[in-house]
């Protein structure tokens, strides 16, 4: 920390100089320094100062490190908050549960040629990113925005995107050169990653990797003494404009099964796996993207239309795929969708006003502190906001 810097750093070079001849080191970095939540140093003697070891026995060591790196960033002083170590617990059982999910599919090789989608080359043309990601880092000394770099990679990218794209892949009755390029991307990402998160959390990363068979496939060496994966190979044989596409592909495939969820949400339809959606565009979309687009949405299916003519009042969403119909026929009862759209309009109303007196009476806004006025004059932004929203969908009904 920056408060013993002459104490122990200075030291240190004039001991160097003195018994080297030459300087010991040429970088120090000054890490943050942890006080409490209103800011004072942790002390003893303050009793402000959480036991590491009833940390530890909460949410684990690697737990304990993670989180506190990813609320540190360089040069900033932090508040500790046992919440956000409760994040670096959460992000574990994440990688445990990916893990254990690959596991229940069985070995990868099968004697199929392995035929990759646009998922899978995505997946891993962004794994190829984040290892130029890590060591940029790493080389900068960013080591919060290493935590945060490996934390979107593996929760939203590989989880949340790629692992629920995939899913259909892995039922019976799935192509087997389909299933063998999941399972093999699946490997590639997970032998990568636990290297590259190794250093940050060391004990899960090796529980691991032995659990996957990695350290069989490398001599029986731990992951610790295991030079980390080149990314070089990554996508090796595979032109550019291919990878560009595959990545355009993926990217469309994303951002329109979340404007689905978004239109099935508005209408209380999110669990409904009835719904059927159309896709209106003179382009084609390889079926792959259709499937795996039903999938993401929870939908019945996907169904690419270049004539389609919707209904008045039908949902739609522009999408980079197309412009996205949800047919509502047989699926809500308009008369009751109307009437609870009027009550939420109702009640919207008087938050609205509410909202808009305080800032209408001038002893408040004159009165009240600068962020108080900011925040209820962001809550006046948001409830109307989500009163448009909710008279087009009444419009559309009628």
Avoid at 103 to 113: F, I, K, P, V
Avoid at 219 to 228: F, H, Y
Avoid at 331 to 346: H, M, N, P, T
Wanted: proline share 5%; hydrophobic share 40%; charged share 25%.
């Amino acid at each position: 920390g920056p408060d013993i810097i002459f104490f122990w750093v200075a030291r240190m070079i004039m001991a160097g100089y003195r018994f080297q001849h030459n300087k010991p080191f040429s970088n120090v970095f000054f890490t943050s320094i942890i006080r409490d939540k209103i800011g004072r140093k942790m002390s003893k003697s303050l009793g402000n100062s959480p036991d590491p070891l009833d940390l530890i026995a909460n949410y684990g060591a690697d737990g304990l490190r993670f989180g506190l790196m990813r609320i540190a960033p360089t040069g900033t002083d932090v508040r500790f908050d046992e919440n956000q170590i409760s994040e670096g617990r959460n992000f574990a059982n994440k990688l445990y549960n990916a893990t254990r999910f690959r596991l229940m599919q069985g070995d990868a090789r099968g004697g199929t040629a392995p035929h990759y989608s646009s998922v899978h080359i995505s997946i891993i043309s962004k794994l190829k990113q984040l290892h130029a990601d890590v060591e940029k880092a790493l080389a900068d000394y960013e080591f919060n925005a290493l935590i945060q770099t490996l934390y979107q990679f593996f929760w939203n990218e590989y989880c949340d995107r790629f692992l629920e794209a995939v899913k259909g892949d892995l039922k019976d009755g799935a192509d087997p050169a389909t299933r063998a390029a999941t399972l093999t991307t699946m490997d590639t990402v997970l032998r990568h990653y636990l290297a590259l998160l190794h250093p940050v959390m060391p004990h899960i990363t090796e529980e691991l990797w032995a659990s996957l068979g990695f350290a069989e496939g490398n001599g029986g060496l731990p992951l610790m003494r295991t030079p980390l994966p080149s990314a070089e190979n990554l996508l090796a044989g595979l032109d550019e404009s291919r990878i560009t596409l595959a990545n355009t592909q993926a990217a469309a495939l994303y951002e329109t099964a979340n404007k689905a969820r978004n239109l099935k949400a508005e209408y209380d339809l999110s669990n409904n796996k009835n719904v059927s959606f159309i896709l209106k565009t003179p382009h084609d979309v390889p079926q792959d993207i259709l499937s795996r687009l039903a999938i993401l949405a929870n939908a019945k299916s996907v169904i690419r239309d270049a004539a389609y003519s919707s209904p008045k009042g039908t949902p739609a969403a522009l999408t980079p795929l197309g412009e996205l119909f949800l047919p509502l026929e047989g699926l809500i009862d308009v008369e009751a969708e109307k009437e609870r759209l009027g009550r939420e309009l109702d009640k919207i109303a008087r938050e609205i006003a509410k909202s808009a007196a305080k800032l209408g009476n001038a002893g408040f806004v004159e009165r009240a502190p600068a962020e108080v006025v900011n925040q209820e004059k962001a809550r006046l932004a948001d409830w109307e906001a989500k009163q448009s929203q909710l008279k087009g969908m009444l419009d559309s009904l009628s």
